[in-house]
């Protein structure tokens, strides 16, 4: 029973550790990448372009 317990813990542990690494490396691409996407929003809206189809409504 024991070594169950210690398994469970490792394996968590370890679970824990590749999600911690994953979210380390990925969140600059985040942050980036709406940076980005919020620089080219507002563009189009400073742009005035009115090739949206919701501007036909």
């Known amino acids: 029973m024991l070594w169950k317990i210690i398994g469970v ?3 968590v542990w ?6 911690g690494a994953l979210i380390k490396g990925l969140f600059p691409i ?3 990448s709406a940076v ?3 620089l ?3 563009y189009k809206a ?7 189809p919701m501007s036909k409504l």
Do not use: E
């Open 30 to 32: 985040l942050m980036i």
């Open 9 to 11: 813990v490792a394996v």
């Open 40 to 42: 080219y929003l507002l």
């Open 46 to 52: 400073v742009s005035g372009s009115n090739k949206s």
């Open 36 to 38: 980005v996407f919020g």
């Open 14 to 19: 370890i679970a824990l550790a590749i999600i």
